[in-house]
């Protein structure tokens, strides 16, 4: 996980680097404007990947000497058959619809979404005293 933050992070370098470049050359505030975006969103990346590399057990990707082999195994828990990200695609499809057609279709987005978020976020949830 080390090794991905700290490409974030040189990503991040390098975007905050095009972007003054991009920003003095075109006088464009638009671009200008989404280049220091993406650089922002690169350098939390890039920090929380640092940041959690902290807290874990090394993994297979930051040691130099390690195999292939060394990384298998389960790497954590999938839901085979969610249908949330279904109902989360179509919100967010009709969220970015409405800044083209209207706000007005935001407000029909906003259940699709909310029912979404709160169905994943609960999806295995059972209950506090119960055994799972």
């Given at each position: 996980?080390?090794?991905?933050?700290?490409?974030?992070?040189?990503?991040?370098?390098?975007?905050?680097?095009?972007?003054?470049?991009?920003?003095v050359w075109s006088?464009?505030?638009?671009?200008?404007?989404?280049?220091?975006?993406?650089?922002?969103?690169?350098?939390?990346?890039?920090?929380?990947?640092?940041?959690?590399?902290?807290?874990?057990?090394?993994?297979?990707?930051?040691?130099?000497?390690?195999?292939?082999?060394?990384?298998?195994?389960?790497?954590?828990?999938?839901?085979?058959?969610?249908?949330?990200?279904?109902?989360?695609?179509?919100g967010g499809a009709?969220?970015?619809?409405?800044?083209?057609?209207?706000?007005?279709?935001?407000?029909?987005?906003?259940?699709?979404?909310?029912?979404g978020v709160f169905?994943?976020?609960?999806?295995?949830?059972?209950?506090?005293?119960?055994?799972?």
């Open positions: 996980m080390k090794i991905q933050g700290h490409m974030f992070n040189w990503l991040a370098g390098f975007i905050l680097l095009v972007a003054v470049v991009y920003g006088k464009e505030p638009a671009g200008t404007t989404a280049l220091f975006m993406a650089f922002a969103l690169a350098l939390m990346i890039g920090y929380y990947l640092v940041f959690t590399a902290r807290r874990v057990d090394t993994g297979a990707q930051d040691n130099k000497a390690a195999d292939v082999a060394d990384d298998a195994g389960e790497l954590g828990f999938f839901s085979p058959h969610s249908w949330q990200p279904l109902a989360l695609g179509f009709l969220a970015f619809l409405g800044i083209a057609i209207g706000w007005w279709l935001v407000f029909f987005a906003l259940p699709f979404i909310l029912l169905g994943w976020v609960f999806e295995y949830y059972r209950g506090a005293d119960q055994n799972q």
